[in-house]
């Protein structure tokens, strides 16, 4: 599988995405992004944007460079920041959209940049070199966005294009640009590891098994709101303490002072929400990841799909959580499966199951349950608003993919009954139904897909194929 083919299918992209923005915010709020060792100090805070661009894509590289931007507009806009750090504040500058130009739209455009950047290079080999590249001059790259901003809103400030290259071959720019491609590329290469597939693919199928977890979303949405009002009230209170023990000790704050002093109690209050994300976001993907663990037994150890019995149990519960809501039972059967055992050896047909059981993944992924029933037939369980049309792109992308699985000139092709599910009916017997139709596309050539609805007269099926 390509590495396009896996940004585009990969489960965990939200989650990455929100452990990014988080690492983000507390990468601006802290000395990790802006770290001083003597006798060089190294901005790193534009890392976590890079990462977004190499691993998920430009959009979401452009997400966590507008987080990087506000974290950036509200350090400038406190009373004891420098003058020049002060144009990226719109209070203070004098030009409160070219502060925020330049503040958010300077970070967003280079998420942008950076973003297609690795999408256009990532068809080059070696993978790894162009990666590496690319974050190597991010620093370069990040340098430019805000300098160009900065003196087309702000030139009397005296930068431009040209000061990103200022200093680009002293030993703190090439050290800090090295040791940001080396954390890009060590991150890149981990999440498009085979072990980072397999841990994917286990929390996708945790996912599936357990169907969807179930959240009250007003109770959710409650709490977070009472957290977030907690978190303030827990800051203006040290706050008033800070302010009380300064006056005890015959400090009297000026109401700057104050303002600047709470402005340092918020950041601080944004680093700690980051953290406690980051550990919730842990806790999440731990406790899926220990839903497959205990669910493991009930996967087909071929093929990673759920046992006939796990499915039927599982497609109970979902047709259950539906409450009559439209889904697909489908069925597919592997064409002269026995002729690739007999011709190419078992182990052979046992690569065609494989094959096809990630054919699977990769066209229902995140709508369906899917399992073995036995031999070279599958059953999936497609849980999502889906008009018939749609159905037939993914079944012809389906079988389009496994066709390009073949032996010495010969390809693999299935044939497909699908069922629209419209009442309630068990498992078995839309397993039975289903299996009709399946019947009606072997008959019709094999290599093809036939849809029906349940009750539906003989001849009323929509049929088609990869090729059709």
Known sequence: MTHELRRQSRPLGPY??????????????????????????????????????????????????AV????????????????????????FSGSPLGSILLSVGSRILFGLAVGLL???????????????LVSFFGRTIHSLMVYS????????????????????????????SAITAAVVLLFWRLVNSAAWNRFERRLELSRTLQFREQYHHLSLAVVIVL?????????????????????????????????????????????????????????????????????????DSLTGTM??????????????????????FIMVDLDHFKAINDTYGHPEGDRALKDAARCLREAFSRDALIGR????????????????????VALRHFLGAVRRTAWEGRQLTCSIGALQVQASQTPEELYLETDKLLYAAKSRGRNRYVIGRQGEAPGAEICGGADL
């Open 227 to 299: 957290t977030l009002l907690s978190a303030l009230a827990v800051t203006f209170y040290f706050m008033h303490r800070i302010a009380y023990v300064l006056q005890v000790n015959g400090i009297e704050l000026t109401d700057a002072g104050y303002s600047d002093v709470l402005h340092l109690q918020i950041q601080f209050l944004f680093g700690i929400i980051s953290l406690m994300v980051l550990v919730i976001l842990f806790l999440i993907l731990n406790r899926r990841y220990s839903s497959y663990m205990a669910l493991e037994g009930r996967l």
């Open 373 to 392: 029933m036995g031999g070279d037939e599958f059953a999936l369980l497609v849980c999502a608003e889906m008009l018939p049309a749609e159905l037939e």
């Open 16 to 65: 990455l995405l929100a452990v990014l923005i988080a690492v983000e915010l507390l990468m601006s709020f802290s000395f990790l992004g802006y770290i001083h060792i003597e006798p060089i100090s190294i901005t790193t805070a534009y890392v976590p944007v890079l990462l977004a661009g190499a691993l998920l894509g430009p959009a979401e590289a452009a997400a966590v460079g």
């Open 68 to 91: 990087f931007g506000l974290a950036s507009m509200w350090k400038a806009s406190a009373g004891y920041v420098m003058a020049a750090d002060q144009l990226f504040s719109p209070l």
């Open 149 to 176: 901003v900065m003196g087309l809103f702000f030139p009397e400030a005296g930068y431009g294009p040209a000061s990103a290259f200022s200093g680009f071959f002293s030993f703190r720019s090439l050290l800090s």
């Open 307 to 328: 046992t006939r019995k796990a499915f039927f149990t599982a497609c109970a519960q979902a047709l259950k959580a539906q409450g009559g809501a439209p889904c697909y």
């Open 118 to 132: 690795y999408l256009a290079l990532r068809r080059l080999r070696p993978h790894w070199l162009w990666v590496a």
